[in-house]
């Protein structure tokens, strides 16, 4: 099955900007949806299609995706972003969504 | 937009099974694909399978093939996944998700249910 490659953390100071990525064999044809999931609650879909944002979703958020490689960017990092992410691509072969480990997103 | 509401804790004994709900109000539950996802502590999400209420049939993960079912009723709005032949490994809390689009897994999980924790212990 697909997998779907995860640093397991990454830390950023307040309003830096923080990148996360995914990584996948030739995920660049894929399309990516990354998710962010707060300390006891719920995921949520904070970009999809690889770099389009659901109403709401602020624009610090954005998505590339590339090559072997997904980027999750988020700009001007406040405490709040403080959360584990997720990507998330779909398997065409089994026709199932495929989750990455996630990574653990530190403010300092 | 549709929002989810699941049913509430469960403690479990190992052996025994568990039968999740989740029922969907507001926007379109019937063609727009349901996936169940569970996060065991201190771990990842893990997608265990979903169904397209419309068309009826499960899409189940292979790790969870046979012990899985995953049943939705259009009447009600609500899916279903039971989980059968408890085991510790089993503590986690499980996640109900609505798909943006219809008919497909392909869409992104838009929509997502609080969550209802199994924990499974004798």
Known sequence: SYVLTQPPSVSVAPGQTA????????????????????SGQAPELVVYDDGDRPSGIPDRFSGSNSGNTATLTISRVEAGDEADYYCQ????????????GGTQMTVL | QVHLVQS?????????SVKVSCQASGGTFRTHAVS??????????????????????????????????????????TAYMELRSLR???????????????????????????????????
Request: charged letters at 15%; one cysteine or more.
């Open chain 2, 88 to 122: 510790s490994e089993d503590t986690a809390v499980y996640y109900c998700a609505s798909h943006m689009g219809d008919y497909y897994y392909y869409y992104p999980m838009d929509v997502w249910g609080l969550g209802t924790t199994v924990t499974v212990s004798s």
């Open chain 2, 8 to 16: 509430g804790a469960e403690v479990k004994q190992p052996g025994s």
């Open chain 1, 19 to 38: 990148r996360i990525t995914c990584g996948g064999n030739n995920i660049g044809i894929k399309s990516v949806h990354w998710y962010q999931q707060k």
């Open chain 2, 36 to 77: 169940w996802v569970r996060q065991a502590p201190g771990q990842g999400l893990e997608w265990m399978g979903g169904i397209i209420p419309f068309f009826g049939t499960p899409n189940y993960a292979q790790k969870f093939q046979g012990r899985v079912t995953i049943t939705a009723d259009g009447s009600t709005n």
């Open chain 1, 89 to 100: 691509v779909w398997e065409s072969s089994s026709d199932q969504p495929v989750f990455g």
